[in-house]
């Protein structure tokens, strides 16, 4: 999705969101604050250890398991193609890091389907 796509979404979400009761909203905004993820650190973790630990931030483990598996590869193995390795990782992470703003933004409108969920299917409400 593109940014204005992702705009769009969250402004529905959040069209769902204030249609809760007022205890129904608590619940969401205490979901909501343990799984909100911040563009700025993923877009640090990243940008400092190229190596995946940017995915674990989002909870990607074995993305971020297997980018860290290959850097370490990489790193053992730089006299010989352990260079080939590293340029290949970096060339992969590196779009991801121009996208920060959209893969997290992604991410947090996810996190807010799912706390929407959540208290939808609690609330006797709905």
Do not use: C
């Not at 640090?44 to 074995?62: D, E, M, Q, T």
């Not at 010989?80 to 121009?98: D, H």
């Amino acid at each position: 999705m593109n940014i204005n796509e992702l705009k769009i979404e969250e402004e529905r979400l959040r069209a769902d969101i204030s249609k809760l009761s007022l205890v129904d909203k608590k619940l969401y905004y205490q979901i909501e604050q343990q799984l909100i993820k911040d563009p700025d650190t993923y877009a640090v973790l990243n940008w400092f250890l190229p190596a995946g630990i940017h995915h674990f931030y989002l909870g990607k483990s074995i993305r971020g398991l297997i980018n860290v598996v290959l850097m370490l590869l990489g790193l053992f193995t730089l006299d010989s193609y352990g260079v080939l390795i590293i340029i290949g990782i970096l060339l992969i992470e590196l779009p991801q890091l121009f996208k920060s703003q959209s893969i997290v933004f992604e991410y947090n409108n996810n996190v807010m389907k799912t706390a929407l969920k959540k208290v939808q299917n609690k609330s006797p409400y709905v």
